[in-house]
């Protein structure tokens, strides 16, 4: 079994800081991408961040410049450092990670974490 467990979520005032982590753990052959997502109450999950397994990033044009995505590989852990929050980022945040659970799987299997809420206060 695989898990996605993340952490960080809270509240804060615009302007703001937070950092959230996600841990895998269970039978991980190989952790390739890994992602992170949000979604606003009515709207649809949207990526925010997302980092490859060797560390090549891309960004949503709205987080650009204030958040960064980074990976620990020896932990199995992906963290997002969200500087500068505005209300609009309020938002359930899910990690995603795209992995081999054991050698012989034949190609990427796609889990998700429970989610953490982010709500940012103006």
């Known amino acids: 079994q695989v898990q996605l467990v993340e952490s960080g979520g809270g509240l804060v005032q615009a302007g703001g800081s937070l950092r959230l982590s996600c841990e895998a753990s269970g039978s991980i052959f190989r952790l390739n991408a890994m992602g992170w997502y949000r979604q606003a109450p009515g709207k649809e999950r949207d990526l925010v961040a997302a980092?490859?397994?060797?560390?090549?990033?891309n960004y949503a044009d709205s987080v650009k410049g204030r958040f960064t995505i980074a990976r620990d590989s020896a932990k199995k852990t992906m963290y997002l450092q969200m500087n500068s929050l505005k209300p609009e980022d309020t938002a359930v945040y899910y990690c995603n990670a795209k992995l081999r659970p054991t050698i012989y799987a034949p190609y990427d299997y796609t889990y998700w974490g429970q989610g953490t809420q982010v709500t940012v206060s103006s």
């Open positions: 980092i490859t397994r060797g560390g090549s990033t």
